[in-house]
């Protein structure tokens, strides 16, 4: 079963808009925080929005004012609306989920991140 599915990815002009959905198959208030990551062509992931368990939210500068991170954990559901996109928005859109654990004191006690991934949707700008 995958972790999130991510739908509302198509092909826009640019100055329009999509909303993207990522669906949890677990409450969503089970990840400390959630989020959208991209991948354009020859670049690597980075990160454009961040939504915590609380409702705090961080974007990217390259989307802020333009991007809207929300969650409705009733459905289970996290969005990314994105306005007045840009050619160089074109990516893959990632669902992201993030959780902290500790190790056991016998196997040292430390913190570790662990991530979960959907498989993305792809968003592509026309200029």
């Known amino acids: 079963q995958e972790d999130f599915v991510e739908s509302g990815g198509g092909l826009v002009q640019a100055g329009e808009s999509l909303r993207l959905a990522c669906q949890a198959s677990?409450?969503?208030?089970?990840?400390?925080?959630m989020g959208w990551y991209r991948q354009a062509p020859g670049k690597e992931r980075e990160v454009v929005a961040t939504i915590t368990r609380y409702d705090d939210t961080s974007y990217a500068d390259s989307v802020a004012g333009r991007f809207t991170v929300s969650r409705d954990d009733a459905k289970n559901t996290i969005f990314l609306q994105m306005n007045d996109l840009k050619y160089d928005d074109t990516a893959v859109y990632y669902c992201?989920?993030?959780?902290?654990?500790?190790?056991?004191?016998?196997?040292?006690?430390?913190?570790?991140?662990?991530?979960?991934w959907g498989k993305g949707t792809l968003v592509t700008v026309s200029s």
């Open positions: 677990t409450s969503t208030y089970d990840y400390e925080s």
């Open positions: 992201h989920g993030q959780n902290t654990e500790r190790r056991s004191l016998s196997e040292g006690g430390d913190f570790y991140d662990i991530h979960y």
